[in-house]
Each structure stands twice: as structure tokens, then as C-alpha cells.
């Protein structure tokens, strides 16, 4: 019985038909686990004044923030908003200190992206993400506390590694 053999000219057909096939099954699994669409209720969340110690002196900024609290909260975050009004914010409330990692898939607005610890300790920022990246932008470090702002903000409010939140600044 003869061996069977790829001609050259088969093999780019059968390249082009397992990547159709990589494809579609990619396309059933994000059917799967979508992320959240305009479609989808946008949760209420709860705001109010976040005081931050942006230098060693103690100068002190309070920021209007809007606070991501659930689980439904820090997965809506600020995805599929057309602008975040200057001055504005919102922190995200995790259970416990953890390694935490944003994306920006969703989001329309280019943010500044900060991590504090469980005490309020800064412990990175994420300067001018652009919206619509999924680049993961992590903590790097344990935190518990993340504060999205307007791009370019936490230069003009001078937010760095002196940085702490007042504790406790939660509802």
C-alpha cells in the first residue's frame, strides 16, 4: 500500500483550515465568559470625598470619588463612559490586600492608574493608560485600594510614592 504524503501546495490548505478552527473555537469561548456590554445594567455606585496625603508635610487633597466596592462595582468600573469629569474619580475596594491587575478593555478614557496597600501606603502608579488597551497593568506589590483618574491628573495633583490615603475614607 502506497504512503500518503502532503504535497506542498496541501499544506498551506491545511495551515489556513486549523487557524479558521483556532479561530472560531477562540470565538465561542469569549460567547462563554463575556465581559460586561452597554447591554448590561451599570450598577449604582456609592461616592463621596477620598482625602489624600500627597507630601511628607501632610498637604492634603480631597478628590469626589465614586466607590467600586462589589464584585459587579470593580468589574464595571468605569468601562463604556465617554468622560470622567476633571477633578473626579473613583477607588476601588478589594476584600483583602492582594496583587491586582487592571486592564482597560471597555474603557474610553485614557486614566492614571494608582495602587495603595492595605494601610493606604502608595505602592504603584500606572501614568496615561490608554483607553481601549488590553495591557495588564499590575500592583506589582500587594494593594487593596486602586484609584482611577484622569490621565495626566496624578502629575497635576502630585500623587507619587509619598502618596497615602487617609484611613479610614470609605463608605
Known sequence: MPEARLEPASKPVINAFIAALFFILSQALVCVH?????AETRPDFPTGTLTLITTSDGDSLRLPVEFAVTDKQRRFGLMHRQNLPRGQGMLFIFPKEDIQSFWMKNTLIALDIVFFDANGLF?????NVPPLSLK???????????????????????IGPSTRLQLPAFP
Open 34 to 38: 463575556p465581559a460586561p456590554t452597554k
Open 123 to 127: 505602592v504603584r502608579i500606572h501614568r
Open 136 to 158: 495588564s497593568r499590575g500592583s506589582g506589590a500587594p494593594a487593596q485600594y486602586v484609584l482611577e483618574i484622569n490621565a495626566g491628573e496624578a502629575d497635576t495633583f502630585g
